[in-house]
Nanobody, 116 residues
Framework: QVQLVESGGGLVQPGGSLRLSCAVS????????MGWYRQAPGNQRELVAH???????RYADSVKGRFTISRDNAKNMVYLQMNSLKPEDTAVYYC??????????WGQGTQVTVSS
């Protein structure tokens, strides 16, 4: 089992920045992939960014150059630095872990609202 707890969401003006954090606990050794997803009202959940255990990263085209995913393995943390935020980035953001047992784990989500 893997437990994920997100924090860091909130209200920010367009052009602003936020950093989301995800605390990871449990069977950390089994995790192959860590990522961030988001879901806006009326939309499907979509991948924002993910990072393999080898630190290879992948980003959605809509966030490339603005968002950065990073991992602190010593602290069992995953971060999403979001810069140049746009109103269309407004969504609930979820931390995700994919394990070697082919299980997907999700956090409870954190709301990000970009509005003036």
């Amino acid at each position: 089992q893997v437990q994920l707890v997100e924090s860091g969401g909130g209200l920010v003006q367009p052009g602003g920045s936020l950093r989301l954090s995800c605390a990871v606990s449990g069977s950390i050794f089994s995790i192959l992939l860590m990522g961030w997803y988001r879901q806006a009202p009326g939309n499907q959940r979509e991948l924002v960014a993910h990072s393999t255990s080898g630190a290879t990263t992948r980003y959605a085209d809509s966030v490339k150059g603005r968002f950065t995913i990073s991992r602190d393995n010593a602290k069992n943390m995953v971060y999403l630095q979001m810069n140049s935020l746009k109103p269309e980035d407004t969504a609930v953001y979820y931390c995700n872990a994919y394990s070697s047992t082919l299980m997907n784990y999700w956090g409870q989500g954190t709301q990000v609202t970009v509005s003036s």
